[in-house]
């Protein structure tokens, strides 16, 4: 009996020797699910992460880390290849002598491309079946919407020619995440901060799948648009950055447009440029000086086609920053120097119709024609008579509204909600030590629109306008000043100025302030009202002038005594008071 325990000890002795030892260095199969299938099916989240994972644990180049929280009650992962082997997850120490590129897959999951061929591209470049990056270090979030991910099915993408099954837009609380990028209502837009202030990219890409009409092209590209980038790198966006790219794909015979940004007609008559406003991935990271671009692939050609071009896509984006990666570090700390105070900002955008390009677009002729289901007028492509033709591209955007840069803003404490997203997104923000009393200047907010259907959780504002005063004001001990003069200028501007069109304010932020707390009984301040124009004369001219020219104010009984009333010291100042004030 005992001999037979020693022989069972060292039986198992052995066995678990032979598993430690080799585990590390085993053989892992890292061929993933997309080529198991021959193109026809993309990994789930599981499969996803299990891959990296036996990626990581077989070369040192990458890791693999959970970093934050999603919606789905599943950690958001970030996998890091640094081809030197060292410091894979110290950012700081990567940044002096590499420069970095994040990818981002799965924001759609049923846009599941970036995802297959992310996982081959970081297996080729550690097993050297295409030379590795020597000067970039790549990071990407394997699947970002992980509930939609989860959320698995054949059906939901209507038009699209593949992958078998694939996840859903709407996250686990049925958001679009690329949409929630400023606002940030979901765990996964929040953990995304993180990580984008951790990596601090040089450049970003962000997979997708689109199909606004129908051409011959797999590949298009959707930058962020250049003019609204601005200074120096975004004339090298516009300049060498696209043109670069698509001489890359050209040579290995791969066409690219960019995004037909068109609906329900074809693209001949042309087409403008995309703008990605920052509640949009790219729109949120050029407010930190990256350049950044969405891949949009074209949804009805061949899945594996579309892979296959995403893989060669990013390889090319790898091939110019290894190439220009010193003219890209140089451009984005000279960006810092665009915007200062006293100067002025771009906060909104229209087309430049005194400047358009011209593409040689490949296309297919498309007419309307009688629909045999609905007997209206349908739009109806021929792929059989493809077309070369020069269409006008409006690529060209001009500022519609500005705004002076001011040195800081001020927000009373009780902001709790904006302070903690100006936190997250590592805004630079001073105590005030007392009490004290600055000369500020303040927004009443003087008129504004509001969506009739609800958009992303929200109700947005649009349209909005101030009313601009200069007034001293006491702010208590605890409150936050804001220097505007850092690396997240651009997103304050953005976020803290209300007419911007993804402000805080628009959407929906400030909205207690819109609602009035206290009013009055029409028999009591009736008599008061009268008192208090007899008492100004001017106010009573002013009341008399209104109610001449103003035959709606006329016939409207209590819609005169509220005029006085707003007139009155009565009037609340918290109502329509935008209660961030700027310190010029």
Not at 511 to 536: C, M, R
Request: charged fraction near 20%; glycine fraction near 6%; hydrophobic fraction near 30%.
């Amino acid at each position: 009996m005992k001999k037979l325990l020693i022989l069972l000890v060292l039986i198992t002795s052995c066995s678990d020797s032979t598993e430690k030892s080799t585990s590390p260095t085993q053989p892992k199969d890292l061929i993933t699910v997309f080529e198991k299938s021959n193109g026809l099916e993309t990994a789930t989240y599981e499969e996803t992460i299990h891959y990296y994972t036996d990626l990581a644990a077989s070369f040192s180049e990458i890791s693999i880390q959970a970093i934050g929280e999603t919606d789905s009650g599943k950690p958001l992962h970030i996998i890091t290849l640094n081809m030197s082997g060292s410091s894979s997850n110290d950012f700081n120490k990567l940044r002096t002598n590499n420069r970095l590129i994040l990818i981002n897959n799965g924001i759609h999951p049923g846009e599941s491309d970036g995802i297959d061929a992310t996982m081959m591209l970081f297996r080729d470049l550690v097993q050297g079946k295409i030379e590795a990056p020597k000067k970039t270090v790549l990071v990407t979030i394997p699947i970002y919407n992980i509930g939609g991910s989860l959320n698995r099915n054949s059906g939901t993408r209507t038009n699209q020619n593949g992958p078998k099954a694939y996840g859903f837009r709407g996250n686990s609380r049925n958001y679009d995440l690329n949409r929630d990028f400023i606002k940030s209502d979901t765990k996964n837009a929040q953990t995304f901060a993180k990580i984008f202030h951790l990596v601090q990219p040089d450049i970003f890409i962000d997979n997708h799948v689109s199909n606004g009409a129908d051409y011959q092209y797999t590949l298009t590209h959707l930058f962020t648009q250049h003019n609204k980038l601005g200074g120096q790198l975004g004339n090298y966006l516009h300049n060498d950055l696209m043109p670069l790219l698509k001489q890359k794909l050209k040579a290995k015979s791969w066409d690219i447009t960019p995004y037909v940004n068109v609906f329900n007609r074809t693209p001949e008559s042309g087409f403008s440029q995309f703008l990605d406003s920052p509640r949009y991935s790219t729109g949120y990271t050029t407010l930190f000086n990256t350049l950044g671009m969405m891949v949009e692939t074209h949804m009805l050609k061949p899945y594996n086609k579309r892979v296959a071009g995403t893989y060669e896509l990013m390889k090319s984006m790898i091939e110019i920053t290894e190439e220009q990666g010193g003219r890209i570090l140089e451009l984005r700390q000279n960006q810092a120097s665009t915007w200062s105070v006293g100067k002025t900002y771009p906060l909104a955008w229209q087309v430049d119709t005194t400047q358009t390009s011209t593409i040689q677009f490949k296309g297919y002729e498309g007419k309307m024609i009688p629909s045999e289901l609905t007997g209206a007028q349908r739009l109806k492509y021929d792929t059989s008579k493809p077309f070369t033709k020069a269409v006008t591209y409006q690529n060209f955007f001009t500022p519609s509204h500005k705004v002076i840069i001011p040195a800081a803003y001020v927000i009373p404490q009780g902001w709790h909600t904006i302070i903690e997203l100006l936190k997250l997104n590592q805004v630079e923000l001073t105590t005030i030590k007392k009490d004290t009393t600055f000369t500020v200047e303040s927004y009443k907010i003087e008129d504004y629109q509001t969506r009739s259907n609800a958009y992303e959780g929200h109700y947005p504002h649009y349209n909005t306008t101030v009313k601009i005063s200069e007034e001293k004001l006491h702010f208590k001990q605890g409150d936050y000043i804001i220097n505007t003069k850092q690396r997240a200028m651009r997103y304050l501007l953005e976020t803290l100025e209300p007419t911007a069109p993804d402000s805080f304010f628009n959407w929906n932020f400030f909205d207690t302030i819109l609602q009035q707390k206290e009013g009055f009984s029409p028999y009591v301040w009736e008599d008061k009202a009268q008192v208090l124009l007899e008492n100004n004369p001017k106010l009573n001219l002013e009341y008399n002038i209104k109610i001449s020219y103003d035959e709606t104010f006329a016939n409207n009984w209590y819609a005169q005594l509220d005029w006085i009333h707003k007139q009155s010291e009565n009037y609340e100042k918290a109502h329509l008071q935008y209660p961030i004030y700027r310190i010029k």
